[in-house]
């Protein structure tokens, strides 16, 4: 397997078990992986106080991204040979990646057609939702940390709201439903703001998810001690809603959900760090650049884009894909003594 050795083992202990004969992404944990995240760019046109400075990164150069042959060709593999039945396109910004209605429709060519979705900070969105939905996106999902706009401008470093909150309507508007929103608590800047952002996607008929703040961050400023925690955010919702926990079956979802009022509506709550649902989790990870992780926490990635050009025909590539997550950690150990962040951050990862 070619790898970034990153210093960490190639494989957990397993006793020298064996991988499985069989074309699926297993683990040694007997998890499979069907969920495929593919980041389309490291670029982005906000500056999140949460993921990255006020200057922005180095950005990768283009020669060292995939192009949109490779990029097709990969999911190919993953959906035709290697059993992955959803795509999410992310980034950076995945709108900011050229050619991206193109790739889109390409994979919803492909047979078994998987289910496509997408995360996006939403800029632009409002004039390419209607062709991004008759390419073939299923559904979507919007950052969006604060309804005031001076906090927005605080948190983005950019004046966008009004942008963000029209691509959601034009989202909604296009079919692309359940439009889902990504919400970020932020001590000291908007936690005050969780009923708000609640009752605003319960008016517009959005599906909201809060999610806990992860160490993914460049700067590695992340405090545990700063977090906003699941059980504080359920406890602001509660002071003016009902909660119950929702009857359907969570099964890989990272969100655990509650009924608002009884429902039908719900609120999620994506606590990866408080409560980990690594023991469910059945996602493999794509970057801009070609390389394959295992996990969103991974020190070790495994190169497809290298043997790609080398030449490697589709059968060595699937082989490579299937050693990776055979070698998959039980978690993410964020909860473990000595656990390190990535050296990517999330905007080179993707979300």
């Known amino acids: 397997m070619t790898a970034v050795d990153l210093g960490f083992p190639a494989v957990p202990p397993a006793g020298g078990t064996p991988r499985p004969d069989t074309s699926a992404l297993v683990d040694r944990f007997g998890r499979v992986a069907t969920d495929l995240r593919v980041s389309l760019t490291d670029r982005c046109n906000l500056r999140c106080t949460y993921c990255m ?61 998987p289910r496509i979705s997408m995360t996006t900070n939403a800029i632009g969105l409002a004039r390419r939702a209607g062709d991004l939905a ?17 906090r927005f401008q605080e948190i983005a470093r950019r004046g966008r709201l009004d942008d963000v909150l029209a691509g959601m309507a034009a989202a909604h508007a296009a079919g692309l439903d359940p439009v889902k929103v990504n919400s970020v608590l932020l001590r000291g800047v908007n936690e005050d703001e969780a009923v708000p952002l609640l009752r605003y996607c319960l008016e517009h008929g959005y599906h909201l998810r809060f999610i806990e703040q992860m160490p993914l961050d460049p700067q590695h400023g992340w405090s545990r001690a700063e977090m906003i925690t699941a059980e504080e955010i359920l406890a602001a919702l509660r002071t003016e809603f009902t909660l119950t926990p929702s009857p359907e079956h969570r099964g890989a979802a990272p969100a655990e959900r509650w009924l608002v009022d009884g429902g039908p509506a719900d609120v999620g709550v994506i606590a990866s760090v408080t409560r980990p649902f690594c023991e469910a989790c059945d996602r493999t990870r794509l970057t801009a650049d070609g390389a394959l992780r295992s996990c969103l926490f991974s020190q070790r990635e495994t190169d497809l884009r290298g043997p790609m050009r080398a030449g490697a025909d589709d059968e060595e590539i699937a082989g490579l894909w299937q050693d990776t997550m055979w070698a998959k950690l039980a978690g993410h150990q964020i909860n473990e003594q000595g656990f390190a962040q990535p050296i990517r951050p999330m905007s080179a990862i993707g979300g």
Not at 84 to 107: H, M, S, Y
Not at 134 to 150: E, V
């Open 53 to 113: 400075p006020a200057e922005g990164l180095d950005w990768t150069p283009d020669a060292e991204l995939l192009t949109n042959d490779e990029l097709v060709r990969l999911i190919g593999i993953a959906v035709c040979d290697l059993g992955v039945t959803n795509i999410r396109f992310t980034g950076g910004e995945p709108l900011l990646r050229k050619g991206l209605t193109e790739v889109i429709a390409r994979t919803a060519e492909l047979s078994p057609r």
């Open 134 to 150: 008759a390419a073939g996106l299923d559904r979507i999902n919007i950052s969006l940390d604060t309804l005031s706009h001076k």
